[in-house]
């Protein structure tokens, strides 16, 4: 004869949340089965019984009893198990990122996520979690310019210093041109899309009406712009233009100018020379015209006033880089250097390198 099961035994809060949990319809089916079959044990029956009323095997309702006399209702949960070994662990990972250090097949100018899985023999879903999860775009690019200049420190450091703690009682001014800027004449509008957005929308096809180009200074304590447009780009321009807006400042301040490496700027020893004494240049390293400020303001010109605009002729081209410059000393605003530390950094880490 079989030995009979001990008692079960509970208090009366716990058979109610018993009771709940079998009658639950959002637990877990088998969380549910398991609070029925203690249910029937703490009525006293015997485990063949309950076993043939809930459907459950012999072995199973022993399991959930026994579990169930241990640990109550936290019992009855699923304890936390390993799960199933990664198919694609560490050692996937570090093969996909070296192979993109490689050059793509010949066929291809760039890895792709089917290239990639096809060469490793793996699955191409795999690769590209592991791409989603690493933040590697493939097919996303930016340009990069690198400065190789060997003073880069130093006239770096020149630079920046003038924005940050410029010369008592002194002007700073940054200087740079823009040249080329188109006169397109676009129709433009808004449309609606299929989707019902509305966007606005600029015609395909376009009338060109020539260019020109724009000698731009900004005073650097006040964000106060000097600009003057001109058809051509040659030194006489420039220096007609740094002419004009040095003889509008006062005579009393030193003046400091900071300009890039063009060739426009830099050949003019003779005329930089005139000005020895009242007004220093500084030059930005090669390939670093980021650090010259007038570029913000020129970035702000081609958002706001260029891009997207039609211009029927120079002239209405001319009056709307004007009324931006008129604009934008009427409320000037000057910008506020915070990267205090600047380098000449080499394009020369590698996708394992910068994910490790």
């Known amino acids: 004869m079989p030995r009979r099961a001990s008692p079960l035994h509970c208090s009366d809060q716990v058979r109610q949340e018993l009771m709940a949990i079998s009658r639950s319809r959002k637990e877990e089916a088998r ?20 076993a043939k009323e809930t459907g459950a095997s012999i072995p199973t309702v022993s399991k959930w009893r026994a579990r169930f006399a241990k640990s109550g209702i936290a019992g009855l ?58 933040g590697i775009y493939l097919q ?12 880069f420190a130093p006239k770096a450091a020149e630079v920046v210093g003038l924005y940050l703690n ?29 989707s019902g957005a509305v966007v606005r929308a600029m015609k395909s096809t376009y009338k ?5 180009n724009l000698f731009a200074a900004l005073e650097i304590a006040t964000g106060q712009i000097h600009a003057q447009t ?3 780009k040659k030194r006489e321009d420039f220096r007609r233009f740094l002419d004009a807006v040095l003889s509008e400042l006062p005579g009393d301040r030193e003046i400091h100018v900071i300009l890039d490496n063009y060739c426009t700027h830099k050949r003019n ?28 303001w020129f970035g702000l010109l081609t958002r706001k006033a260029l891009r997207g605009a039609s211009f029927s002729s120079k002239e209405q081209l001319r009056a709307a880089i004007e009324a931006f410059v008129a604009r934008t000393n009427e409320h000037p605003k000057p910008f506020h250097w915070r990267k205090r530390e600047v380098q000449g950094s080499q394009l020369r880490n590698t996708i394992i390198n910068l994910r490790n």
């Open 77 to 134: 949960r699923d304890r936390p198990r390993s799960g199933k070994p990664a198919t694609y662990g560490p050692a996937f990972r570090d093969r996909v990122l070296s192979l993109l250090e490689q050059p793509p097949p010949p066929h291809l100018g760039l890895w792709d996520g089917r290239e990639v899985a096809r060469v490793l023999g793996a699955s191409v879903h795999a690769v590209w979690r592991l791409l989603r999860r690493e």
């Open 31 to 50: 969380f549910v089965e398991r609070a029925r079959i203690v249910l029937a044990c703490l009525d006293g029956k015997e485990i063949q019984q309950v």
């Open 269 to 296: 020893q003779d005329w930089l020379a005139k000005w020895e004494g009242r007004v220093h240049f500084h030059f930005t390293p090669t390939s670093a015209s980021w650090l010259n400020q007038i570029e913000i």
């Open 140 to 151: 996303r690019h930016r340009t990069w310019c690198v400065s190789t200049d060997p003073e």
């Open 166 to 194: 410029p010369p008592l009682n002194a002007l700073v001014l940054s200087v740079d041109e823009k040249p080329g800027i188109q006169a397109i004449q676009r129709p433009s509008g808004y449309v609606e899309t299929d």
């Open 208 to 212: 060109r009406h020539g260019t020109l």
């Open 230 to 232: 001109s058809e051509q």
